[in-house]
């Protein structure tokens, strides 16, 4: 089934795997965290005292009629990473690691644009279903925080349709 949630696992599986193993992805906005709780919950898996993470936020939803039931949908997903900043030589520090991650991050977004959703999927009311491809993955800003944090805010906008 596709469904706001299980895209936004398949986008948690690409931003993981192209991240590494180490970096945290939660797929949902915590409203509740304060400013310390946000640093924990997005702590390295391998390096406690280390911020490696990435926060999937669901954006706009569009819906554009295309004919007698048949519709366009444009799902976008806001995607927020945050790092400790790292300094060491000026081949080695933060600033290098985390382009590489984005540029692994985007080709693995690329090798796969359907998300693996490769079937079409029937609805409750016999309409069908279907991911059609992810747009380009979007590397909007790209900043530090108090000279403490990297800051990535990215985005990816899914297209789908639905018949019948």
């Known amino acids: 089934m596709i469904t706001d949630a299980t895209v936004k696992a398949a986008i948690k599986a690409r931003l993981q795997t192209g991240s590494g193993a180490d970096t945290k ?52 997903y806001i995607l927020l990473y945050f790092r400790s900043i790292r300094e060491n030589t000026e081949a080695d520090n933060s ?9 692994a991050v985007g080709v693995e977004l690329e090798d796969d644009p359907i998300l693996g959703f490769d079937e079409s999927y029937e609805l409750p009311d016999g309409a069908l279903l279907t991911f059609d491809e992810h747009g380009e993955f979007q590397v909007d800003t790209q900043d530090t925080i108090n000279n403490e ?12 349709t639905k018949q019948g």
């Open 25 to 76: 992805v939660v797929t949902r906005q915590k409203y509740a965290l304060k400013a310390k709780d946000w640093l924990s919950a997005l702590r390295s898996i391998s390096n406690a005292g280390i911020t490696n993470g990435w926060i999937i936020a669901s954006g706009a939803k569009r819906r554009k009629k295309l004919g007698n039931k048949h519709y366009a949908y444009e799902w976008d």
């Open 95 to 103: 600033d290098v690691d985390v382009n590489e991650m984005l540029q």
């Open 149 to 160: 944090l990297h800051f990535v805010q990215a985005r990816l906008t899914c297209f789908l």
